[in-house]
């Protein structure tokens, strides 16, 4: 029998298509401005890099349930930040970064119907469905999935690329819904630490004011690549329904998915540590005080975007003459089209740069 690629589920890598409007943007004077990808700048906070330091030597294998100390210090940060009580250990899995965990979810969880995804969604809850070839739905609204049962719902609030918070009405709806219809819903809350608005801060899907401590179906996940700067330790993690989280760590420990032990004890560090999170919310902060008016005053409008790494712009054009605009100022930017057919008339914008850089950016639109 003949052999089909794996890759020829998957779409485009899209990335790749933005070679030549960063050939643009690198030519300018006064080099580029990356602003496509959410990667972080800044350094790692000096107490993780020293627990990593110091646990830098362990020889041995690690677990894939993670060290008791990490799965006990998860649940506390779930508890001590998003008003999540009833997490035991046991509803705690460690993550080789989020990305891994979601590409990979509905294919661990054995799933072959359908999977929902947003309709401007991060391309990654695609590729999972795609790779465990499952039907793909994009809706915002479960009007929209209609009186059928999916297998599995993403969300993922803060959104990226959008920055829209999803309010206490709407979870709530969605963890009735899981436990009506037994569809199990996977929230990617990586943002979740990154609200501008401190009156309407983002919630967790756990959250007990919504699930009253009962975590049936629900699973989220997080990561500490944006809120700590941890993207190249990929730090993350699954916490929810004990029972889900129960089966994802037999199978991952059969397929060897393990977060590396010294990694492990910089996540714990991490954890145990708010003021380097908060001193890195204050510095996007003040890019996202400078970059969101110059955006602005250069005839862009911002829609949603009240909490996350991003700006969710738009000129009212396609995306992609956006994009070759920005690139003839030396700034890259990401188009809207890379997270579904909705995005077509937007670009992402990332706070993901140096000061200097920002500035740089300020500068060249505050130009033109």
């Known amino acids: 029998m003949a052999r089909t690629p ?14 030549n409007a960063k050939a643009r943007a690198r030519a300018h004077p006064d080099g580029l401005v990356d602003l496509s990808v959410g990667t972080p700048v800044d350094e790692v906070a000096p107490s993780i890099q020293l627990a990593l330091a110091e646990n830098a030597a362990a020889p041995g294998y690690p677990q894939t349930t993670g060290t008791p100390e990490l799965r006990a210090e998860i649940t506390e ?34 799933l072959q119907g359908q ?23 994009r809706a915002d609204s479960l009007t929209a999935i209609g009186p059928g049962r999916p297998d599995l719902i993403y969300i993922n609030s803060p959104s990226n690329p959008t920055g829209k918070v999803l309010g206490a009405d709407h979870l709530r709806k969605l963890v009735d819904f899981a436990r009506e ?43 500490l690549s944006k809120s700590s700067n941890l993207a190249s330790y990929r730090a993350g993690f699954i916490a929810g329904d004990e029972q889900l989280v129960r089966e994802l760590l037999e199978v991952r420990k059969h397929a060897g998915l393990m977060m590396p032990g010294p990694i492990q004890h910089a ?60 690139a003839g100022l030396g700034i890259l930017v990401a188009p809207g089209e890379f997270y579904g057919p909705r995005g077509q008339r937007h670009v992402r914008i990332s706070l993901t740069e140096s000061d200097e850089r920002i500035d740089a950016a300020v500068g060249r639109l505050a130009q033109h």
Not at 6 to 18: E, H, K, Y
Not at 80 to 109: F, M, N, Q
Not at 115 to 137: M, Q
Request: charged share 30%; proline share 5%.
């Open 6 to 19: 794996l890759n020829d589920r998957l779409p485009d890598f899209p990335w790749d298509s933005l070679a």
């Open 77 to 110: 940060w779930m508890r001590r930040r998003y008003h999540v009580s009833g997490l035991s250990d046991d509803a705690v899995l460690p993550v080789i970064g989020t990305k891994e965990a979601i590409a990979w979810l509905p294919t661990l969880l054995g």
């Open 115 to 137: 999977v929902v995804i947003p309709e401007i969604a991060y391309p990654t809850y695609e590729v999972g469905a795609r790779l465990a070839g499952c039907e793909i739905l």
């Open 181 to 223: 219809r037994d569809v199990i819903i996977a929230a990617d809350e990586c943002y979740l630490s990154l609200g501008w608005d401190d009156e309407n801060p983002p919630i967790s899907l756990l959250d007990d004011r919504l699930t009253d401590g009962d975590h049936t179906n629900l699973l989220v996940l997080n990561s």
């Open 267 to 326: 996540m714990l560090a991490a954890l145990r540590d708010d003021d380097q999170e908060h001193f890195q919310k204050l510095r996007y902060a003040a890019r996202r005080a400078k970059l969101l008016p110059a955006l602005i005053d250069a005839g862009f409008r911002i829609d949603n975007s009240e909490a996350g790494l991003y700006l969710w712009a738009t000129r009212d054009e396609d995306c992609r003459d956006t994009v070759d605009y920005l």
